[in-house]
């Protein structure tokens, strides 16, 4: 075995309040940790690699919305390998409320969570987590945390607050598509596109240069020998801001079988 | 080249393409030769195997899901299943640091029973355009490429091994009806 084989990821499930409110919505994460110099995958991890999972299992009464990926960064290895990931740390959250109705004395939150991380070897983990939460007064915790990548998203695209509006024309059968972004300020320069859904692949990006509108054409097509059947894919448009920080975007696609109804 | 062409090809150039790939190993077209080492220091060359149905598996025993795999014997059983209908299944390991020792141990901790190759310098691994551990290729007695991609459709309820399905559906003289999948595992590691 290598050596590295010994590396351990920490995982743990948590929330930034002390105590549920029934009626108060709050915000749950699963954090993960790996030492210096790994990286994490991404919920498409690209052509390698395997996507981080986490199944949160709420106690009655309560609501969760579905996890928020953070914006992953593109890393490229030896053999033109394109994957997408997280160096070191990634927080999935979502946001949960109890029903106000609710007198539970305290509320159990169960996580099953798995990963692989990847420095020169790749070491596979997984996790059962638990956090229980008393009813009560809540007392804000892991402020820090859940502020410092709460901002770390995509904006999709279809939201007034977004940089750039999208929308897209599909060029014939074969999954070429063009994509319009209406950059409401200083144009971004495209880096990359991926799918959030892996079971669906991107290929042959060509980004116009510059210009308030900016045109980029891709292929969009399952992933080879299957068929998936979803009303839309999640699009994510990496591209560097004026400062030449890097940004994203979320572009909706929907799918030919939504097109048919 | 007539200047209406070129200007014609000029203008559906209109962006700058982003990521492009090298041309791979492609479908239905010669697999691509390769002569390597075995891990006793033996040379096996694709050429030789003309006439044959060859399997090409790319390994690596530091990988957790090529390891896993490994340890089912998923591969190993399928090798020896298909032995005797004259399929000729070969390891690759185009992990940088791998030496034949490192060979020669993988096949004794897996219970390999098939020659694995060293691909170390990676020349093979690109030209077939290998991305993860386990990817799998299929060729056939013609030495045409008819399968590439992932071992099986993975953990879900209803796994389809391609392998096994395609080497069965060629064996009978049908096509493969899934010849390419999306291959899973790490990422190979290739020398710089």
Redesign the interface.
């Known amino acids: 075995m290598h050596p590295l084989a010994a590396v351990v990821v920490a995982a743990t499930l948590l929330a930034d309040t002390s105590a549920v409110t029934p009626g108060r919505p709050f915000r749950l994460g699963v954090k993960l940790t790996a030492p210096e110099g790994w990286h994490l995958y991404w919920s498409n991890p690209g052509e390698s690699g395997l996507p981080t999972k986490a199944t949160l299992v709420p106690p009655p009464d309560t609501a969760v919305r579905p996890w928020i990926w953070p914006m992953p960064k593109r890393f490229l290895s030896p053999g033109d390998l394109t994957s997408y990931g997280y160096e070191r740390e990634l927080l999935l959250w979502c946001p949960a409320g109890v029903g106000p109705e609710s007198r539970a004395g305290s509320y159990t939150f169960r996580a099953e969570v798995s990963w692989m991380a990847c420095r020169e070897v790749c070491v596979t983990g997984k996790a059962s987590l638990a956090l229980v939460l008393p009813a009560g007064a809540a007392r804000p915790v892991n402020q820090e945390l859940f502020e410092s990548w709460k901002d770390s998203a995509p904006v999709d695209a279809a939201d007034s607050l977004s940089p750039a509006s999208a929308n897209w024309t599909p060029r014939g059968r074969s999954g070429l598509l063009t994509l319009k972004l209406r950059w409401s300020g200083r144009a971004g320069r495209v880096a990359w596109v991926a799918p959030a859904d892996p079971r669906f692949r991107v290929d042959d990006v060509t980004a116009g240069d510059g210009g308030p509108i900016g045109r980029v054409t891709l292929r969009l097509r399952p992933q080879p020998g299957t068929n998936p059947d979803v009303a839309e894919v999640p699009l994510v448009v990496a591209y560097t801001d004026q400062r030449g920080a890097p940004r994203g975007l979320t572009v909706r696609i929907r799918t030919r079988r939504q097109e048919e109804r | 080249m007539t200047r209406t062409l070129a200007s014609i090809m000029a203008l559906m150039v209109?962006?700058?393409?982003?990521?492009a790939?090298?041309r791979e190993a492609k479908l239905g077209k010669p697999a691509p030769a390769f002569t390597l080492n075995d891990q006793d220091g033996r040379p096996v060359s694709l050429a030789g195997l003309k006439g044959k149905w060859v399997v090409l598996e790319w390994v690596n025993a530091?990988?957790?899901?090529w390891a896993g795999c490994a340890r089912e014997g998923t591969m190993a059983k399928l090798a020896e299943q298909f032995a005797p209908q004259g399929v000729v299944w070969l390891g690759i390991n185009?992990t940088?640091y791998a030496t034949l020792e490192t060979n020669r141990k993988t096949r004794a901790d897996f219970n390999l029973s098939y020659a694995v190759l060293d691909d170390h310098e990676?020349k093979v691994?690109?030209a077939y355009g290998?991305?993860?551990t386990p990817h799998l290729y299929i060729v056939d007695p013609k030495g045409r490429l008819v399968y590439r991609?992932a071992i099986n459709s993975g953990d879900d309820e209803t796994k389809v091994n391609?392998i096994e399905q395609g080497l069965t559906e060629l064996l009978a003289g049908k096509p493969c009806s899934?010849?390419?999948?999306?291959p899973?595992?790490?990422?190979?590691?290739?020398?710089?």
């Open positions: 209109t962006g700058t393409a982003l990521a790939k090298p530091d990988c957790p899901v185009t940088h990676g691994g690109r290998a991305k993860t991609g391609y899934v010849p390419e999948t999306k899973y595992g790490c990422s190979v590691k290739y020398k710089k």
